[in-house]
């Protein structure tokens, strides 16, 4: 696989020119929220930005004009000294007077700070501004169109700009009166700066050319208010009384600015990205996703080391001092959001760095947060009082732990991509034998799939009674864990699989038990003469991408990849998509970081304060990738994640052969539709780049047998939509089984690792706020020959699958791995355990036990609250 080369201009473009883009859009973005016209965003964000910038180029005045004071002073020596001497001999004069005034001929180079500020600031306005699609066709009084050049003044055939030529006006008048008393030669420079703008801009965007024009206004505002009120000067005599800063407080600040840099742009994304690497790799285009981290990296750099270290460096003393100090309270402050008080998503969240059940915070949470800060400056300015030492040793020991910290998070990635890359470079096509004479067993575990829903979903599609026809529906069943890896192991491996067995077996690693259990089934069936397939299996090997090798060395088992294999718009998805990750990553970062009373303000629905009209670049077929959510009812764009699964599942048929022989097939398919967020178009809850169920939702019946469905947010909504999408596709293979003559002599088990906590149902809800059908998994099976939609209120588990899978066929089924029966006779021995995994990720729950999680009991009939007890967490 062909890795792409990061060059140095565009990471060093990233670290200097990004933050500023991420400002301006950040600025316009909430400017825009508020009011939607483009003139009023236009000066918002000049005087919003040129307001943050105030403090550096007033500090550049001064320092330009000490410098020029300095020159002004020495020039007579001078001009003496080159008069008097010649050669060698003059240069050595001179060297000795600057040596004796303290002076350095580069110091000449500080009357140009202000226009070295400029630079930066002119071209990340250029790309913003030139490419913000919200301006086109945007007319403002006689401009047309702001994403286009004036053309205000039409002579003939020829079109003259005007407004780069008053931005120039104002840039000259600007830079009069601020030049004001000063010899030519000291104009010249800003003279031919203006010029060079009128050149540059002549032809851009009006929009952009108004944005600076701005600019230039705000800075002739300045330089009139400077001649009335005078310049603000500071002598060296002052600047020695205010005493220089400390090496300590200099250090201090560097030392935390890279660890904000490090907190922000390393162990926040990488620790996000390392959860589930392969959520966000995609087979089409597979691209290692430790580039998220770098990007990341290189904006929290920017921000915190070179722009933040611009203000320092060009602070006085006595605000150097305060500038350390604030620095070191706000990554303090900053690591307790983080580590203590962040927002609990539960795991909620998309690859998009959607939350989708984030908790709203309290106003006591604000209080606590609010008094933090104010704790933790008071504290920061005691101790700097008394010594800098415990600062400094705090902030180093801080960045070596988040160092260490990010780099085992990319290692862990990069391990992770390197298994995914093996595992496609050697990727066959999937083959599923079914026999028309044999015996066939298929398992289809739909990931997330909520058992609960099945009664709303075949109510308002009728017709998939008939598609379902000789399946049992058991709704009173629960999973034994609310995630993958922990409900997963007992649906491929029964009762020895449960988190509870699990534990038990402490000398043994939970990776090793997690593989028993994916292999149990197939091995078994193989054993018995039975062609084994297992399809997209989770976690093989405890590694988020997937390691297969796991099934190499058993005869007559296949396993396969599928998802994401048959996703026409992957490479374009990943294209658009990325943007939108880099973007969310480093919004994500801020928003874990911020005070609870910011965090609205941040994290801005899903959006972190992006500008949504410039993420909306359609393709051929006219889809934007990914989807982005106006409420329950309303999208626009798709999730590509959601494609992946539904084009696997739509590919079942063409990856099916049907042999006339009596060869018998155990097939296990992982389909994570379900699993995959994503609004589809009512009624046939068909992929659609607009999505407008309104008036479809308000015409909803959401009460079945006396029970009602709560479809109020988004994320009830589309989880609804994904699970009637997974039983609609299903059904076209279906229909496909029974053309072909394998329906009858074919066992199908319908089943998923676990449910969710949607809030769906009032009365799945405990008192302590545990959400039943997050363990409340589909489970659904059709025996051979069954006929007719039954339902049964038989207590189940999904753990229960392997003995529905192989009954009537392999008598006395025996675990290969631990010599033991394989049986549902646990579920009748007593109460099952149910965990709720405070740490569910496979990266962190890697030794031989889960970490610490709550623990839930339940009996008979899950929809009885009196059969549930909670036991505590351990």
């Not at 018998?664 to 178009?681: A, G, S």
């Not at 409340?776 to 207590?795: H, I, R, W």
Request: hydrophobic share 40%; aromatic share 12%; with cysteine.
């Amino acid at each position: 696989m062909e890795r792409r080369q990061v060059s140095l201009t565009e990471i060093l473009y990233t670290i200097i020119i990004t933050p500023l883009q991420l400002l301006f859009e950040f600025i316009y973005s909430i400017s825009y929220d508020i009011v939607q016209n483009p003139v009023i965003n236009i000066t918002v964000l000049s005087l919003a930005v040129n307001l943050l910038v105030l403090p550096l180029y007033r500090r550049a005045d001064v320092i330009q004009r000490e410098a020029r004071d300095t020159e002004q002073r020495l020039r007579p020596v001078i001009d003496h000294i080159k008069k008097t001497f010649k050669g060698d001999e003059k240069v050595m004069m001179l060297q000795i007077y600057y040596k004796e005034q303290h002076y350095n001929p580069l110091q000449s180079l500080r009357s140009i700070i202000s226009l070295l500020l400029q630079i930066p600031f002119f071209i990340a306005a250029y790309q913003f501004l030139s490419h913000l699609t919200l301006l086109n066709g945007q007319s403002v009084g006689p401009i047309e169109d702001l994403s286009k050049p004036d053309g205000l003044l039409v002579i003939g055939t020829v079109s003259i700009n005007l407004l780069p030529v008053l931005m120039t006006v104002i840039n000259i008048v600007s830079s009069e009166i601020y030049t004001r008393g000063q010899p030519f030669k000291d104009k010249i420079v800003l003279y031919l700066s203006a010029a060079i703008f009128l050149v540059l801009l002549y032809d851009s965007p009006s929009g952009l050319v108004f944005y600076w024009t701005l600019n230039n206004l705000f800075s002739l505002g300045k330089n009139i208010v400077y001649i009335i009120i005078g310049r603000i000067k500071k002598t060296k005599t002052e600047e020695k009384e205010q005493g220089p800063v400390s090496k300590s407080e200099t250090v201090l600040f560097w030392i935390c600015a890279t660890y904000m840099a490090l907190l922000t742009g390393l162990l926040i994304p990488s620790s996000v990205v390392s959860s589930s690497v392969v959520d966000f790799v995609s087979v089409a285009n597979p691209l290692n996703p430790v580039r998220y981290v770098v990007y990341t990296l290189c904006v929290a750099s920017g921000i915190f080391i070179v722009w933040a270290g611009v203000f320092f460096l060009l602070a006085n003393s006595k605000s150097k001092k305060i500038f350390a100090l604030l620095m070191f309270a706000f990554a303090a402050i900053s690591t307790v959001n983080y580590m203590l008080l962040g927002i609990d998503n539960k795991g909620h969240i998309s690859t998009e760095l959607e939350i989708f059940t984030r908790i709203e915070p309290d106003g006591l949470m604000m209080i606590i947060s609010g008094t933090v800060i104010l704790a933790i400056v008071f504290i920061t300015f005691i101790i700097a009082k008394l010594s800098d030492k415990p600062l400094l040793t705090l902030g180093v020991a801080g960045m070596i732990s988040l160092t260490v910290m990010g780099i085992l998070n990319c290692t862990s990635i990069n391990r992770d991509y390197d298994v995914f890359l093996k595992d496609i470079s050697s990727m066959e096509q999937p083959v599923i034998s079914l026999s028309t004479e044999g015996k066939n067993v298929v398992v289809l575990m739909l990931d997330r799939a909520i058992g609960s829903l099945v009664p709303y979903i075949f109510e308002e599609k009728s017709e998939l009674y008939d598609e379902y026809d000789g399946f049992t529906y058991y709704p009173n069943t629960i999973s034994f864990g609310v995630s993958t890896n922990l409900g997963s192991p007992a649906l491929y491996g029964g009762y020895e699989y449960t988190p509870e067995k699990l534990n038990g077996r402490s000398d043994v690693l939970l990776k090793d038990k997690h593989n028993e259990a994916l292999l149990l089934m197939p091995v078994i069936f193989s054993r018995a003469g039975y062609r084994a397939v297992t399809i997209d299996p989770p976690y093989p090997n405890y590694t988020n991408i997937g390691d297969y090798s796991i099934f190499d060395n058993y005869e007559n088992v296949y396993a396969y990849r599928m998802e994401g294999l048959y996703n026409p718009y992957s490479k374009t998805a990943v294209e658009q998509t990325d943007s939108v990750r880099k973007w969310n990553f480093w919004g994500y970062s801020i928003f874990k970081i911020a005070p609870s009373f910011f965090k609205d303000l941040l994290y801005d629905d899903g959006d972190y304060n992006a500008i949504k009209a410039n993420r909306q670049d359609y393709n051929a077929d006219g889809f934007t990738f990914p989807q982005h959510y106006s409420n329950s009812s309303i999208s626009v764009g798709i999730n590509s994640e959601y494609l992946d699964a539904l084009t696997a599942m739509q590919a079942l048929t063409g990856c099916t052969e049907i042999t006339d022989n009596s060869d018998c097939n155990f097939v296990m398919i992982d389909n994570e539709i379900p699993h995959k967020n994503n609004l589809l178009q009512c009624p046939d809850y068909s992929v659609s780049q607009n999505v407008d169920n309104t008036e479809y939702d308000a015409g909803r019946n959401l009460i079945v047998d006396g029970r009602r469905i709560n479809l109020d947010t988004v994320l009830q909504n589309v989880q609804y939509d994904v699970n009637v999408s997974a039983y609609l596709e299903l059904a076209k293979w279906f229909d496909y089984l029974r053309d072909n003559g394998v329906w009858d002599n074919t066992r199908i088990i319908i089943v998923a690792d676990h449910g969710y906590n949607m809030g769906h149902f009032d009365d799945f809800i405990l008192g302590d706020g545990f959400d039943i059908e997050s363990v409340n998994p589909v489970l659904m099976v059709k025996d051979f020959g069954s006929t007719g939609f039954a339902v049964s209120d038989e207590f189940m588990t999904n753990a229960d699958v392997p003995s529905l899978a192989m009954n009537g066929l392999i008598d006395d089924p025996v675990n290969p791995f631990t010599g033991n029966s394989v049986s549902s006779e646990d579920k009748n021995a007593g109460e099952c355990h149910v965990f709720e995994a405070a740490n569910w990720t496979v990266t962190s729950n890697n030794g031989t036990q889960f970490e610490p999680g709550n623990w839930y009991s339940v009996h008979d009939n899950i929809y009885d609250i009196s059969n549930w007890e909670y036991l505590g967490m351990q």
